[in-house]
């Protein structure tokens, strides 16, 4: 049975404000929690699931884990979904610094990034295609926001999620070639991408901002062939990846 103090604390975790303040973040569903327990099982600190898993799991939690039992109904108490799947975790966020990024490879950064939905598909993308690192504004949406945890699956712990100035940030790296998505840039089909480097997203609707295109970087477009206005962050970010790491 889930205490009344352990229902609003998991609610309250919904908040970025309080997410930040115990250092935790709440992770759903089966498939989540198993991949979570196989790969970072360190960082889980509780969780909260039905008899049913319970007893699929017990071997795989482990004794230094705590689980409380939880009626369905319970878990809908606590659970942000509509339809919440046997188990929640509450998981320690990681601790990601731009004092120790490194420049290998390819490097994603998210100017003023809103949706939720698009920051965890990035996520994904990224992982995808082996980027390490997404740096984001610090106006951005928190990466441990419960919807784009849940859009960026298991991805979430396996790609570096840093908060910064991303003037400072690209000033910082003068010798790292830059690759701004705009609407009327050079075709991504043209470009010899240069690793390493760093590719950059703008916002849904505002796109890059005149601060960043005024710096040394290259404009790139995904050329378009038929009459929709753009394109969705996410899916421009997977395009641009493909060719990029190809």
């Known amino acids: 049975m889930i205490s009344k103090s352990d229902i609003k604390y998991i609610q309250s975790l ?11 973040f709440i992770v759903e569903g089966v ?5 979570l ?43 942000t979904q509509k339809n919440p799947q046997q188990v929640i975790a ?3 966020m990681p601790e990601f610094s731009i004092k120790t990024y490194n420049p290998d490879g390819v ?3 998210l100017d003023r990034l809103q949706d ?26 928190d990466a441990f926001n419960p919807k784009v945890v849940q859009s960026a699956m298991g991805s979430i712990l396996r790609v570096n999620i840093i908060y910064s100035d991303i003037v400072e940030f690209l000033a910082s790296h003068p010798e790292v070639p830059k690759y701004a998505a705009v609407l009327n840039g050079k075709s991504i089909h043209q470009i010899d991408f240069k690793k390493p480097c760093i590719i950059i997203i703008g916002n849904e609707s505002l796109g890059i901002s005149d601060q960043i295109l005024g710096k040394e970087v290259t404009k790139i477009s995904i050329p378009k062939y038929g009459s929709a206005e753009s394109l969705n962050a996410a899916i421009a970010t997977s395009i641009i990846l493909s060719n990029c790491v190809r």
Not at 31 to 35: A, I, L, S
Not at 52 to 58: D, S
């Open 107 to 109: 490097t994603v950064v």
């Open 116 to 141: 939720p939905g698009n920051l965890g598909t990035i996520i994904r993308t990224c992982d995808w295609f082996g980027v390490k690192t997404i740096i984001c504004s610090t106006d951005a949406v």
């Open 90 to 92: 509450l998981v320690s």
């Open 31 to 35: 498939k989540m929690t198993h991949e």
């Open 37 to 79: 327990l196989l790969e970072n099982k360190q960082l889980v600190k509780k969780l909260f699931a039905v008899e049913e898993w319970i007893k699929t799991n017990k071997s795989l939690v482990g004794k230094s884990i705590e689980i409380v039992q939880v009626e369905d109904f319970e878990l809908q108490k606590i659970s």
């Open 14 to 24: 919904s908040h970025k404000k309080f997410r930040d303040e115990a250092g935790l």
